[in-house]
């Protein structure tokens, strides 16, 4: 388990500099497909670039979420993995969006894919001279392999991440089933013995 808390921590860590600060990282693999290399820990993590969901869809409470999918492997070359990670950044005035509910849910297509209760990996709060504060919120969830693919094969993708119920835009879902079809033509993970 630790081993996982320890993945976990190292690809929202990435994800949420690649989010929030929107900074450079080693490489974009394909279009909208960020990667990082740390030569320390001999590990990879490979996203996509966030995209933001419309705020008409969104309760009124919000500013802005932006949604990133990713993994992180062993090495330099990548694998199919087992697990994608689904990563939310959530900017809210006056109130945090997920104190109430963390549960995500995704309606694909006529298929309902329950992945749970989202993990909160970071809040921060800042004073605002307009609004009076604003809640910074990273949260994610685990989603398998074949569940993100029926996702991306789907024409709709609805999406009910606590309290905000929002559909993908077809642009969003041009730049998952990018992200998966590069992901798939890799070679899958050796099994450990």
Known sequence: MHKQINFTTK??????????????VESATAQGTLTDYDKFTDESSMITEPVTVDKRGISKSYNSI???????????TPYVPKYFIIIFAAVAPNSCHFDANKRLIVLAGE???????MKKRDRTIEEDALVGYLCHEVYTAWVDYKSFEKMVNSNTVEMRAGESEFKLKDKHLLSFREFFKLVASYEPALEKK
Do not use: A, D
């Open 11 to 24: 690809i929202v860590s990435f994800s949420i500099l690649s989010i929030l600060f929107l900074t450079n």
């Open 66 to 76: 932006k949604m990133s999918v990713g993994f992180r492997y062993k090495g330099k």
């Open 111 to 117: 298929e309902r894919i329950n992945l749970g209760e």
